[in-house]
Each structure stands twice: as C-alpha cells, then as structure tokens.
C-alpha cells in the first residue's frame, strides 16, 4: 500500500460537504461542486452546463488552500505537501493547484478527473497577443500598460478566476509558483463516468499552459484506480 511504500507520511483524507446534486434528481450527497453528466469532447459540444460549479468550486478552492496552508504547518512546508484526487475530488484540488499563491506543492495525484472550463483555458492559450485588452490599466506616471505582456500562465490563472468570480483578477502577470508543480494524470479507457478524452485534454492544455504534466492511461480500467496505476504514482512520487 502507499502507506507501507511512504510509512513517514501523513495521510489526510477530506471529505466533501453535502449538497443537492443536479445529476443524482437532486438528491443530497456529499459532492466538492454541483455536477453534470460529462460527455466526450469529441463528439459533443463541451460543458454547457459548467456554470453549476461555479459555487462549490469556488468554496471548495478555498477550503483546500486553507487545508494546504494547515498540513503545510505540520510537515516542514508545502514542498512536502501532495495534493490529489479521484474524478470530481481530481477536478476540484487540480483546480486549487492552477490557483494556488504560493510556492510550489511537492506533487498532485490525478485519477479519472479532468479540467474544469477546459475550453477557456485553450481559448487563452491559443489566443494572439495583438487583440483588445480588457485588462489596460494606467501604470503611475498616467501611461497606458496593456497587460497581453504578461506570461501565458499568468493569462490563464485570470481566466481561472474570473470564471470562478474571484477578485484581483487583474494583478497577475507573471508565471506563478504553483505551475512548477509535477502532476500525475491517470485514467482508465473503459471510464463510463469521465470520458478519457477529458483527462487527456487536462493533460495537454496543462502542458501547453507549461507545467509538468504525466499522463497515463490504463487499459480496460473503469472510473477507478488499480495496482498499476497506483504502482506508476508510487514511483511518481
């Protein structure tokens, strides 16, 4: 097991609040974000309904930031803090590791997830840098800065936070910490829940957006983790 492998580790497993689920009729489950049925990208027009995480998301951003700064406490700093988790769990801390205003986590574990306004983030990394700037501002001495300067990774934590409604959306302009953070990214082809053709595009837009990012794909695995997968995050780690 990964605690045997790691017997100085500190495991920390949070559990989500409850709230009605849109894709369960509305029953209450524990839940980081109101979800929705994902279909492929490749054969359906991605996340119309992306706006009903918007909440959640946002809350559960904070809470693992918050969480973060706490075990960071207790193991020498967050260079020794890993974050991680599985589908929705996997979307909400891959989430509060692109947002994250600090130095860079030891690591993120990914299974079965994806990345949340996925199409946002490429629209960001595909856009050119001679468009309008929403963004203009006047620097001290009255002049016009237009902040299409800034680093790619830094346009792309703005679009993050405007989507999520978060302030000071405007004061990022260069790359941040936490995108040297190594990520691992697993999925299963048989995954009936997460289409893999979403972890594989979090895996290329996190890559493009310059992080370090490991995918791996495992054949014939459902929405789940197995040995293999966890052997290849144990020699990731």
Not at 36 to 54: G, K, M, S
Not at 63 to 79: F, N, P, S, T
Not at 195 to 213: I, N, Q, S, T, Y
Request: aromatic share 10%; glycine share 10%.
């Amino acid at each position: 097991t990964l605690q045997k492998l790691f017997p100085h580790t500190r495991f920390v497993f949070p559990l989500a609040p409850r709230h009605r689920a849109t894709i369960y009729a509305r029953s209450i489950i524990h839940q980081w974000f109101d979800s929705w049925h994902l279909d492929d990208p490749n054969t359906t027009p991605i996340d119309a309904e992306e706006w009903r995480c918007v909440d959640g998301l946002r809350d559960t951003v904070a809470y693992l930031h918050r969480l973060i700064r706490e075990e960071a406490g207790l193991v020498g700093g967050v260079k020794n803090v890993v974050l991680g988790g599985l589908s929705q769990g996997c979307a909400a801390s891959l989430m509060a590791v692109l947002l994250w205003d600090g130095e860079p986590l030891g690591g993120y574990l990914g299974m079965c997830g994806w990345l949340v306004f996925e199409r946002d983030v490429e629209g960001v990394l595909a856009r050119g840098w001679d468009e309008f700037d929403p963004f203009e501002r006047e620097d001290g001495d009255g002049d016009r800065v237009s902040e299409q300067a800034a680093d790619v990774e830094a346009r792309v934590v703005r679009a993050l936070r405007e989507k999520l409604e978060l302030e000071h959306t405007s004061q990022i302009t260069s790359r941040p910490r936490s995108f040297d953070t190594p990520v691992f990214l697993g999925h299963g082809t048989e995954d009936d829940k997460v289409p893999v053709a979403r972890g594989k595009g979090a895996a290329e837009c996190l890559r493009a957006a310059g992080l370090d990012a490991k995918w791996r794909v495992y054949r014939g695995l459902g929405h789940w983790y197995s040995p293999t997968m966890l052997a290849d995050m144990a020699t990731f780690l």
